[in-house]
């Protein structure tokens, strides 16, 4: 069997550790482990949702629906958008980078992508043909370097990734920065607002989708909103863009469970406060906590990680990385996100209960 040389050079997705890995790699119990590592809501799901899910389980040999009306007007209210402008993926927002590239790129076809952020872009377009551009994000500034994304747009450029706040780094990309980019070029500017209810929702960028046709904004129901498990993502543009989106969507990519947990989350807006206030004093404490050690470099952030150079350290990230989970915690060595080094780490948010352990044995390892 012959498998396509582009598949052959492609390097792998690497996910943050899970619990059982851990469990079994060191022998702890599984129910010891603090997990800081994936960016989760470390609060879990919406009670609401889980019910929904339990009694929609005796329904799983019925196929899900299709239309996902209902999913999609409340996605719209909480958007401020008309249904219209919505579309939802079933693997989270993977799944909408995956329709993006199936509908927009030819081989040959360029996308800028900033180093470093989210892996995944590159991930997912390469196999299509398409072939990447480098942007720079500004580790010294935590900041987009703009010049570097104009500087690179040519009539190859189909599609620009601008990730806000930036995954892993946890900086924001100014609207003045954002517009700037989209006057520049027809190419469909990409944002990813993955994280921005961490910024108390006033960064959004939802705006522009009525002031330019070249915005797609992209978001997940797998931070703040508590449904990692589940796999839901949703994108919102202009209605022809959507459209076009949709026909080569899969039918089925929403489970029923998925369905129904993410309409009662929606629902749910008391959960959704309540996760965003406890996501920002997490990490508010960890960024406080964190910007004592003297040898560690703390980015500010305004997602639910923080992001720590800790190469005064005399660790690598693979070695730091290894010493917490030898004491039962996870966090991200940040060695695969291309453009980085082997010293940086990122450290997910947790309950306060997790967070105040974590600093604990953070002293243990590094004084």
């Known amino acids: 069997m012959k498998v396509r040389q ?12 899970s619990q059982d890995e851990i469990a079994n790699q060191f022998n702890l119990n599984k129910e ?15 009670k609401r949702a889980i019910e929904a899910v339990k009694k929609n389980l005796d329904l799983s040999f019925r196929y899900p629906e299709t239309d996902l009306k209902e999913l999609k007007l409340l996605i719209a209210d909480y958007c401020n958008l008309n249904l219209e402008n919505i579309i939802i993926g079933g693997d989270g927002a993977d799944e ?17 992508t900033p180093l470093p952020t989210y892996t995944y872009y590159e991930f997912t377009f390469k196999p299509y043909g398409a072939i990447p551009v480098y942007a720079k994000w500004d580790l010294k500034t935590n900041s987009l370097d703009v010049n570097s994304v104009l500087n690179n747009i040519t009539d190859k450029t189909k599609m620009i990734f601008l990730c806000t706040p930036n995954n892993p780094t946890g900086g924001v990309i100014s609207k003045e920065d954002i517009e700037k980019i989209i006057n520049s070029t027809d190419a469909l500017i990409v944002i990813d607002e993955a994280y921005i209810e961490y910024t108390g929702n006033t960064l959004s960028n939802i705006d522009l989708i009525e002031k330019y046709s070249n915005v797609f904004i992209m978001r997940t129901m797998s931070k703040v909103l508590g449904l990692a498990g589940m796999r839901v993502g949703y994108g919102m543009s202009n209605p022809q ?9 899969p039918v089925f990519s929403l489970t029923r469970a998925s ?13 959704i406060k309540e996760s965003t206030v406890k996501g920002i004093e ?7 906590q964190l910007s004592r050690f003297k040898n560690l470099n703390v980015f ?21 990385t290894y010493k917490l989970m030898e004491k039962g915690v996870i966090i991200r060595d940040c060695t695969s996100f291309k453009g980085l ?20 044995i953070l002293h243990e390892i590094i004084e």
């Open 6 to 17: 582009i598949v052959k050079e492609l390097d792998s997705y690497v996910p943050g550790r």
């Open 32 to 46: 010891d482990i603090i997990k800081l590592g994936s960016n989760e809501n470390p609060w879990g799901s919406s």
């Open 96 to 112: 909408i980078i995956d329709i993006l590239a199936k509908t927009f790129m030819d081989v040959g076809d360029e996308f800028i």
């Open 241 to 249: 863009l959507i459209e076009y989106m949709h026909r080569i969507k």
């Open 259 to 271: 369905q129904v947990a993410a309409v009662e989350t929606f629902k749910d807006k008391l959960f």
């Open 282 to 288: 997490s990490r508010d404490f960890l960024y406080n």
């Open 300 to 320: 500010n952030s305004s997602s639910n990680y923080i992001f720590v150079g800790i190469k005064d350290t005399g660790f690598t990230a693979k070695e730091f």
């Open 341 to 360: 080094d082997e010293y940086w780490i990122r450290i997910s948010i947790g309950t306060m209960k997790d967070d105040e352990k974590f600093i604990e």
